[in-house]
């Protein structure tokens, strides 16, 4: 082989391995790199002393280190291989007969702050979009401490207003589609547009939405195209074609104070769902335990106890101890009472598990929120 064929067709592969690499395609990246450091390898082997060869060394070394960190990548977000990154897999679009959740906001305890606000910015405009000349929100963001609702929340949403729900995960958008993932980003409101272009509503729900600014891995540096893209997009929807469209992006987050100003300055409504207060713990006890009744027996329940106990305990927590006390029952309704009639449940029951699990809310992080809400909150 010729010095000069080595030098051309290795550089020939190494320019499309950065091509390649800058698009994100980084499996092509990797084949090509390769190919480019054999063929440098080659040229040194046979001309160890020529004028160049220190250039080519540290290409090569440069090469190596780049193919590592792509190979960890790859590894880390699991996708190698297969090359299929479509990423339609990846999006579901949940329409309102399908949906296997069915709440609504009957189904919620309390949170009524919240459900006004959506009432205002999402369920009437639907209703009667004639009355809102000047359009509606198109971005709510729903912020807050973890396992309180907000998940909850933009389900019972999209059933109120039987619209079509499509979830989007950011993780999945940032690690799994790579390069994709801006284009992933306009595929989703893409088609957003085109089922509301039928008449129905569609809410693009993006839990975890701090996800769409999160890196992954070193220099891959998507999140900043991906960011531009969500960026434009959310814009484009109020552009004067779409601006009639019911298309509305409902993020959540329970790290708000991640997202930046442009970020933060497409949600319109930005609204806060709280952990429950003692009330509200009250009430979530009651809801639950309401629906123990089918198949046990309630025994005197201080309610005003349960809620008493339990400060620091997300929404999610309250129903997680209630599953857990009907495990206990059924348990000891199987093994012991051998198929008899069971004991009526008591406080203590409850009680019981409470003492063995933690509160899961962060009492500093709810100061962190509450400045958050002050300044960015709109309702
Ligand atoms: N207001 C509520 N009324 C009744 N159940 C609730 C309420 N809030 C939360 N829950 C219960 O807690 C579970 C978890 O809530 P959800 O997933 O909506 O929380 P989240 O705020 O989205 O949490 P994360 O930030 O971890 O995703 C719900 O599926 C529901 O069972």
Redesign the pocket.
Known sequence: MSLQYLIEKGTEYAHKAVAADKKGDYETAIKYYKAAIDLFLKYLKLYPDSSMSEFYRGLIIKYKSRIKVLEKHIEKIGIGGDGNRSGAEDIEILTPNIRANRKTFK?????EKVKRALKRAVIYPVKDPKLYPLGWPKGILLF??????????AYALANEINATLINVSPATIMSKWLGEAEKNVAKVFRKAREIAGKGSPVIIFI??VDGLLQEYGEEVGGEKRVRNQFLMEMDGLKEKENNKLLVFVVG?T?KPWKLDIGFIRRFEKRIY?PP?DKR?RKQ?FK?YIEQLKEAYEIGEIDYGELAELTEGY???DI?SIVKETQSNLAEEFLEKHNGEKIRPITTEDFIEVIKSRKPSIDKNLLQAYKVWEEKHGTY
């Open positions: 189904d919620i305890v309390d949170l807050g401490p973890p396992g309180c609702g907000k998940t909850l929340v839990d975890e959540t329970n769902v429950p509200v979530l809801f997300s929404s999610a129903y």
